[in-house]
């Protein structure tokens, strides 16, 4: 409702024109006011005390939906927006293929005439850099032992030249082709000398590989009527007709490895800067939009970076470090791969005062804290009962046991010897020793057939009463008085003499021997 009131409405009656020009203005005024302002109120709202125009419009560029405006006063930052022109006609319409970039082939292309003799012509290039070398119009090969070499630092200003194998003369034309194939595109060449007749010849293309096929340097003609055809299938080109031994073909082959297309040009200078790169402000890149492996280093940096968890219980799974704040302090770990330590163990060592000396730190019962505890010497041995009687064993001055105080007796072993056809025979050796001494405590004796007498010899010498053998059964024989063999300074040979044998087979004697310490 309208501010504006008449008090004696249709009362103006000086005129009657007066009174309706009256009429009119009030209902302008009334139709000028809004909200229950006044015209005045409202004129307030878009002008200052000085006339400056102050109406609250705000204007802004939203990516996703263009040009906006609002006016008013909002509570949010996103109310009452209007849009004006919608981002797609801001943008205009999307780009589109204007096609593949490839990369130049043949760069360049040299041509030279010998005025006289020579034999090198200088031609720059890289040493990369491929050639396509032509004589009076016939490719050449290249190669010791063929018609030219190249060498990419030679000639008159050490950028590139090449040298034939038969010096030029006056008027012969060379031509020459610089091939620059970078990545983009595979240039190669294949040069075959045949030594026998024919017809087809291996080389590596595909349909949309550009050929050229020369024959003795002389470029042939492709089709099924002219020279040869080609068969990316199987990878050949075949020739028409067979080609006679001791004739060169040369194949050269170029196409790109792939397409580069180009669905937008930034053209201007605005959009680069002096080294060619997008500036990053010219980019639109959202928070947390760059993968971690994206950013060079970034994954590395952070696998080696610590991670730290907080908390009173054990992380699983484990992290480098813990802050354990199950304790007064609380106390920082680190993880060795199996259990985490505390990164300050003073922190755990339990207070100490005088009754703690001479004591030593350990882990108790439980391991899982730290407590001083006195030495115990109770399983110790004194060092007065070194060489004593059960006691332990002293150590010479190379900290080894002395013989002394080794056990007379080492070890045991036994001798054995086999006869399968007996006969009498004075000292049968069974075992000679040298270097040591031995003692014989027991020797067991058997025959298979037959009968014989034997006795224990040590060189010769009998050392027991005679056994009388038959094919009843083993006989033992324990001796009462051990047999001491002393071999530490010249050898013994222990033996058997065998008497008395009648038809007696398979002789086995089994002698019992003590290794002694000396």
């Known amino acids: 409702m309208s501010r504006l009131r008449q008090n004696n409405s249709q009362n103006y009656t000086s005129s009657g024109n007066v009174n309706a020009e009256f009429e009119n203005v009030v209902r302008y005024l009334n139709a000028a006011e809004y909200g229950n302002k006044t015209i005045s109120e409202l004129l307030a709202l878009c002008f200052d005390s000085s006339g400056t125009f102050k109406a609250n419009v705000e204007l802004r560029l939203d990516t996703a939906s263009g040009v906006q405006y609002r006016s008013g006063t909002y509570t949010g930052s996103e109310e009452g927006w209007l849009t004006v022109v919608p981002i797609a006609d801001i943008r205009g319409s999307a780009g589109v293929n204007v096609g593949t970039i490839g990369e130049p082939i043949f760069d360049s292309r040299f041509e030279f005439t010998a005025t006289g003799t020579t034999s090198e012509v200088d031609i720059p290039h890289n040493a990369t850099s491929f050639l396509m070398v032509y004589k009076a119009g016939v490719l050449l090969t290249e190669g010791a032992g063929a018609d030219y070499t190249k060498d990419s630092t030679d000639g008159t200003q050490s950028t590139g030249s090449v040298t034939f194998a038969v010096a030029l003369t006056t008027g012969q034309k060379i031509t020459v082709f610089k091939v620059e194939s970078g990545s983009g595109y595979n240039f190669r060449r294949t ?28 470029l042939q003609q492709v089709g099924g009527g002219n020279d040869y055809i080609l068969d990316s299938t ?27 297309i180009v669905t937008g040009l930034m053209t201007e200078a605005n959009y680069t800067n002096i080294n060619g790169f997008i500036p990053y402000t010219k980019l639109v890149v959202a928070n947390d939009q760059i993968p971690t492996a994206k950013v060079n280093g970034l994954s590395t940096t952070l696998a080696a970076t610590p991670s730290i968890n907080i908390g009173s219980s054990t992380p699983s799974p484990a992290t480098r ?24 163990p003073a922190s755990s060592i339990p207070t100490f005062d005088s009754n703690s000396a001479l004591q030593f730190l350990k882990v108790d019962a439980t391991g899982t804290a730290l407590s001083f505890s006195a030495i115990d010497f109770t399983t110790l041995i004194p060092v007065s009962t070194k060489a004593a009687t059960n006691g332990v064993a002293s150590l010479d001055t190379s900290a080894r046991l002395p013989v002394a105080q080794l056990p007379v007796v080492i070890s045991h072993d036994s001798y054995h010897s086999y006869t399968p056809s007996v006969t009498n025979v004075t000292a049968k050796p069974v075992k000679r020793i040298f270097g040591h001494s031995v003692t014989l405590t027991k020797v067991a004796f058997r025959i ?35 047999i001491n063999v002393v071999g530490t300074t010249a050898s013994k040979l222990i033996g058997v003499t065998v008497t008395s044998a009648t038809n007696a087979t398979n002789l086995d004697v089994s002698i019992v021997s003590q290794i002694k310490s000396q």
Do not use: H, M
């Not at 075959?192 to 050929?211: I, Y």
């Open 448 to 482: 298979d057939a037959g009968s014989c007498t034997v006795q224990l010899t040590v060189d010769g010498v009998v050392q027991d009463t005679p056994v009388a053998l038959s094919t009843t059964s083993e006989v033992i024989r324990v001796f009462t008085s051990p």
């Open 191 to 218: 040069d075959v000398t045949t030594t026998s007749s024919q017809s087809n010849f291996g080389f590596v293309f595909n349909s949309d590989d550009a050929v050229q096929v020369y024959k003795n340097g002389i």
């Open 321 to 344: 470090f813990w802050l354990d704040t199950s304790t007064n302090p609380n106390q920082l770990k680190f993880y060795d791969g199996t259990n985490y330590l505390s990164a300050n």
């Open 234 to 260: 199987n990878n050949v080109i075949i020739f028409n007709s067979a080609i006679p031994t001791s004739n060169k073909v040369s194949i050269v082959g170029s196409g790109p490895t792939d397409s580069r």
